[in-house]
Antibody
Framework: EVQLVESGGGLVKPGGSLRLSCAAS????????LNWVRQAPGKGLEWVSS????????YYADSVKGRFIISRDNAKNSLFLQMNNLRVEDTAVYYC?????????WGQGTLVTVSS | DIQMTQSPSTLSASVGDRVTITCRAS??????LAWYQQKPGKAPNLLIY???LLETGVPSRFSGSGSGTEFTLTINSLQADDFATYYC?????????FGQGTKVEIK
């Protein structure tokens, strides 16, 4: 069974940093592109970033480009999102997700709150 | 970026009704479209992928159709558990985009 479990969320002040992790199991982690998606309170879903299987291709939404860094450790079946210079508008539940020809798999999310 | 326009934004219906939600892509996405159901405080739950493939365990009253730029999600005989928000998602390009969501409310 595919499982994605996020961690690392919390309360941080504007301008601060946070590192999210996503632990994966139930599939060959190193073979799949993975993504981060976020959802602000009461709002819709917003794609944040994606990373290919070997980290060759990395993409970001314009709203986080230059502030967030996605990475992965295939030996540890883990996905990461380093979030720097956080803004109030980055407050959201962050999900790691895998969506491809075989279907869609999402974690339960981790809440990031940016507030002074 | 590919834009996804979902309609309606809100839908009032009764148990037993048939409901249809539409998603339109700004350019062709073939059949790289998923539909999700989301309830408050929960992660999105996959209903349909590849435009028309029913996820394992999802009731057969849910169905998806379409290709290219026009897609629909149909719920036949709406049940009490189906009152929720629904999202479409395109995954044709590396940057996914989502519809704005459709909240299905009790009439």
């Amino acid at each position: 069974e595919v499982q994605l479990v996020e961690s690392g969320g919390g309360l941080v002040k504007p301008g601060g940093s946070l590192r999210l992790s996503c632990a994966a199991s139930g599939f060959t982690f190193s073979s799949y592109t993975l993504n981060w998606v976020r959802q602000a309170p009461g709002k819709g879903l917003e794609w944040v970033s994606s990373i290919s299987d070997t980290s060759t291709y990395i993409y970001y939404a314009d709203s986080v480009k230059g502030r967030f860094i996605i990475s992965r450790d295939n030996a540890k079946n883990s996905l990461f999102l380093q979030m720097n210079n956080l803004r109030v508008e980055d407050t959201a539940v962050y999900y790691c997700a895998r969506v491809d020809i075989l279907g869609a798999y999402w974690g339960q999310g981790t809440l990031v709150t940016v507030s002074s | 970026d590919i834009q996804m326009t979902q309609s309606p934004s809100t839908l009032s219906a009764s148990v037993g009704d048939r409901v249809t939600i539409t998603c339109r892509a700004s350019q062709s996405i073939s059949t790289w479209l998923a539909w999700y159901q989301q309830k408050p405080g929960k992660a999105p739950n996959l209903l349909i992928y590849k435009a028309s493939l029913l996820e394992t365990g999802v009731p057969s009253r849910f169905s998806g159709s379409g290709s290219g730029t026009e897609f629909t999600l149909t719920i036949n005989s709406l049940q009490a558990d189906d009152f929720a928000t629904y999202y479409c998602q395109q995954y044709n390009s590396y940057s996914w985009t989502f519809g704005q969501g459709t909240k299905v409310e009790i009439k």
